[in-house]
């Protein structure tokens, strides 16, 4: 307290040696740090608003989040053709968004500004391969704490090459693995928005080149533009699973790969056959009918009477000398021939099923280098590759 006072009684004589203006002076000086210093408080206490995803949005995305925000009370702002939300809720809500399948489906220039906070003294391909890195962690966060039932995800990403002699740009591609919690189901849904969510944060790279799999089990990803219901995609994958695991157990061969692919029988379906018998069966076959007809005229035609004046008297002797006679005969026959009856039979097959099946299987060249091995002559010797290749064309006809 004795501090203070000395120095309050300092303050008091250096000022009173002062002017009125330098007093002024020193005084707006006080208000103007004491007004910096309010707003730097007041502006800490505030939330920064920055872009949900620094890219443009149509009006029909932009209002298809903006509703959703107001389902979820979500503070929001809107600038332009940009959605500015929270600093804090940034990640979140772009993670909620990915898994309501609400995002526009080309995020990819969003996620770059994310991602520019790296140096950009850096060179060029270890700054490249840092931001993937980067990307892969951020959207593993998202599946994990935004998608209901995911316990942890990994993504990893296969980015689209540069153009080549042939100037056709690669499809970029992905993997997703993700643990569910106990008692949860891994369905389509979720495998269709996991990919969603993935390619739409990354250039060249469509929703069915992303593969997702949930406790080792491989989801379905439906196609962009392919609707289904999907209690197809379930009975899909049910079968192609089991079918694969079959086939697996028969062939007892290390790593061969083995893909199935099933089209599952769900609607019921009628099938009518109508046969018809053979003619010597003598079912419904009715006898041939024919029928023939004869027709004869004649008639009597006057000469022809030449030019001038004739005498209108007949010449005796043979009134029918100059006369002509016509005579025409006309026979037909008609065969008709009956038409033998059939036989319709209608079939309904209730749902279920399947009605194709395709198996593709995959040896590694270890399982033809170890038959080549047992049948040489030498248990010991490594096979040659002509060895091997001779084994893979003798097999192959038999594998199939």
């Known amino acids: ?25 020193v005084v707006l000086c006080v208000v103007i740090m004491g007004g910096a210093i309010f707003w730097m408080v007041r502006y800490a206490g505030q939330r920064v608003m920055v872009p949900l995803l620094n890219q443009p949005f149509t009006d029909e995305e932009r209002q298809r989040i903006i509703d959703q925000f107001e389902d979820w009370q979500q503070r929001y702002d809107v600038s332009g053709d940009r ?156 079968y192609e699973q089991y079918f694969r695991g079959k086939i697996i157990s028969i062939l007892e061969v290390d790593n ?47 000469p022809a009477q030449g030019p001038g004046i004739a005498a209108n008297v007949g010449s005796g002797g043979g009134s029918g000398a100059g006369a002509g006679r016509s005579e025409t005969t006309e026979q037909s026959e008609t065969t008709r021939q009956a038409f033998p009856g ?5 079939t309904r097959k209730a749902p279920g099923g399947i009605t194709d099946i395709t198996v593709t299987v995959l040896y590694p060249k270890t399982f033809f280098k170890q038959i080549a091995r047992q049948r040489a002559e030498d248990k010991e010797a490594e096979p040659t590759d002509e060895v091997v290749q001779a084994q893979i064309d003798l097999e192959t006809p038999e594998l199939r």
């Open 256 to 302: 061969a790969l083995v893909q199935v692919d099933v089209k599952p029988q769900l609607d019921e379906t009628e099938q009518i056959i109508v046969s018809i018998p053979n003619e010597e069966s003598g079912k419904s076959w009715l006898p041939a009918i024919q029928t023939s007809s004869s027709e004869q005229s004649s008639s009597n035609t006057p």
């Open 342 to 346: 059939s036989e319709t039979v209608k």
């Open 1 to 25: 307290m004795e501090f203070l006072r000395r120095a309050i009684r300092q303050i008091r004589s250096q000022l009173g040696v002062l002017t009125t203006s330098q007093r002024l002076v």
């Open 83 to 238: 959605i500015l939300v929270p600093t804090d809720d940034r990640r979140r809500l772009i993670g909620r968004l990915g898994y309501a399948q609400l995002l526009p489906d080309d995020t990819s220039l969003g996620w770059a500004s994310l991602l520019e906070e790296s140096s950009i003294w850096e060179p060029t391909e270890q700054r490249e391969t840092k931001n993937l890195i980067v990307l892969q962690t951020m959207l593993a966060q998202a599946i994990e704490e935004e998608f209901p039932g995911v316990e942890s995800a990994k993504v990893f990403i296969n980015k689209a090459e540069k153009r080549r002699v042939s100037n056709v740009m690669p499809m970029a591609s992905a993997s997703v693995i993700v643990t569910l919690s106990g008692g949860e189901e891994a369905t389509s849904r979720l495998g269709t928005a996991i990919a969603d969510f993935v390619s739409g944060a990354n250039q060249n790279m469509k929703r069915e080149n992303v593969s997702v799999i949930a406790n080792g089990q491989k989801l379905k990803v439906i196609p962009v533009g392919e609707q289904a219901p999907s209690e197809y995609w379930e009975s899909k994958t049910r």
